[in-house]
């Protein structure tokens, strides 16, 4: 283990599986302790499966083999309130908060805006953009608290940099938490409160990894498996990759979180391997 974040504490969003396990176990690995919260049930627009308390609890498990602490709570992003008590037990805990990341998302329905839902619409909005909000908004006055700054680090994409056909939900909240990131570093600034927002292309994991997105990517055929979407998805990057593992964002997270990146602040930093190049 390192010591990049030896005595700090990280608020996560999202915390039960994929990017936001990956950003737990990481910056637990660095030192950190880690307050986590996830829905652990399904939305209804989004086309796989969610996260069970089951997964939170292997993401507490994953947490605590580090010798590190941990709180994990089910609570809704969409749910101010819960999310804010989740956020005001971590800091009794702890007494500190330090880090923020706003990493709980869904792929939701995909399809033209003509054929899209008014509920998948709002949706989206609500866990994607508004939860963003929701998850700095509770953590704030904690970050404020220890009066030594803080670093603030939203989950956006490449779908934040440029358009995909077929996810006009998805990528206007992901612009908008751009939007959301530029403003706070004005806001934030003065009390040495850095935000960024991370920038990711396909992950390796349920978000990409489901049926839905086979279609979309392949749609010559009626059952296309993760090989199909692989070779599509290559030719996507400008390396000679498939996709990124959710590692990869956690690593990207670090270094944002760490001291190393103390004057890195309003930057828009793509883990993409190459695609908002192409």
């Known amino acids: 283990m390192g010591a990049r974040l030896e005595g700090k504490v990280a608020f996560i969003s999202g915390g039960a599986r994929g990017q936001g396990r990956s950003h737990a176990v990481r910056l637990a690995e660095e030192g950190a302790d ?4 996830d829905v652990c049930q399904d939305v ?28 994990a709570r089910q609570a809704d992003v969409r749910d101010f309130a819960a999310v804010k008590a989740v956020a005001d037990e971590g800091f009794a805990e702890f007494g500190r908060l330090d880090i923020v990341s706003g990493n709980a998302g869904i792929l939701g329905e995909i399809n033209p805006l003509a054929d899209q839902s008014e509920d998948g619409w709002q949706e989206m909005i609500d866990i994607n953009l508004t939860g963003v909000r929701h998850t700095v908004k509770a953590a704030l006055p904690h970050l404020r608290a220890g ?10 994409s490449t779908a934040g940099i440029k358009g995909y056909a077929n996810m006009t939900h998805y990528v206007a909240a992901k612009h908008g938490v751009v939007g959301l990131m530029k403003t706070l570093v004005l806001e934030l600034g003065q009390e040495n409160i850095r935000v960024n927002t991370i920038h990711p292309t396909q992950v390796d ?6 049926e839905a997105i086979y279609k979309l990517f392949v749609p010559g055929k009626d059952h296309p498996t993760r090989e199909d979407f692989a070779e599509v998805s290559r030719t996507m990057q400008a390396l000679d ?9 956690s690593n990207a997270l670090l270094f944002l979180a760490s001291d190393e ?3 890195i602040t309003g930057q828009q930093l793509k883990v993409d391997a190459g695609q908002t190049s192409l």
């Open 34 to 37: 880690i307050i986590t919260f």
């Open 44 to 71: 209804e627009s989004n086309p796989y499966p969610g996260p069970r308390a089951e997964d939170l609890a292997e993401t507490v498990r994953q947490v605590e083999a580090l010798d590190r602490r941990i709180i």
């Open 147 to 156: 009066g030594n700054g803080g670093a603030i680090v939203l989950t956006s």
């Open 205 to 210: 994991t349920d978000m990409i990894q489901n």
């Open 241 to 249: 990759i498939d996709w990124v593992e959710a590692r990869d964002i």
């Open 261 to 263: 990146a103390r004057y």
